[in-house]
């Protein structure tokens, strides 16, 4: 069964997550709350290894959090689901195409998904910026469609490490000439190493 759900949620996740990979961080976060599979603070790793690996994000979102779940087997379960909605979707589309290319209705669709593409997407980002460079956590309460915010009882507000390193990363990838240009995956194995140093020296 743990095989079946984990093709459900994840081709639910397909279906509706207009806008790309980072329009399925709602979903994930959702999956991650109602079935325990994994916390908060593991999605958000699962997003670091993510991004940093080759292929679309939500792709290798489905694989890890499969992987996770059930091993191999619930990697490829997992990516079969997200995909299939995907591959179904653009062989209809490609067969009915051309009698719909200028159809007023499914233009008003695709406008009307727009907005609800850049909601998802601005969600996720508020909700990574909340759970990497402050202390505030998320919560859904138990039968609430709205979040919540839970300040944290002890310590800072902010995370002052992990602001340092986004304010480092902010100006020398825009503002130093010297290095504004190398490829993404040198700042990814920069922050990668600075991460490590953090931990042993419990920061």
Partial sequence: MIYVKLFWEFFK??????GGGMATLPFLQAIGEN???????????????????PGPIGINMATY????????PGAVTATI????????????????LNSFRDNKYVN???YGLRPAS???IGAACVAVILEVL?????????????????LPSAGGLLNWPG???AGLLLVLTNWVKPVKNWHPIVFIAFSAVIGVVFHFAGV
């Fill in 13 to 18: 996740t397909g279906l509706f997550a207009v």
């Fill in 35 to 53: 079935s325990g599979w994994y916390s908060y603070t593991d999605l958000m790793n699962m997003l670091a290894v993510s991004e940093s690996t």
């Fill in 65 to 72: 959090v499969g992987f996770t779940v059930a091993g191999i």
């Fill in 81 to 96: 689901g997200e995909v299939t909605p995907s591959i179904i979707v653009i062989l209809i589309v490609a067969a009915i």
């Fill in 108 to 110: 008003r669709a695709f």
């Fill in 118 to 120: 850049t909601g998802l």
């Fill in 134 to 150: 402050t202390a505030v956590q998320l919560v859904s309460p138990e039968g609430s469609l709205i979040k919540g915010l839970v």
């Fill in 163 to 165: 602001l340092a390193l």
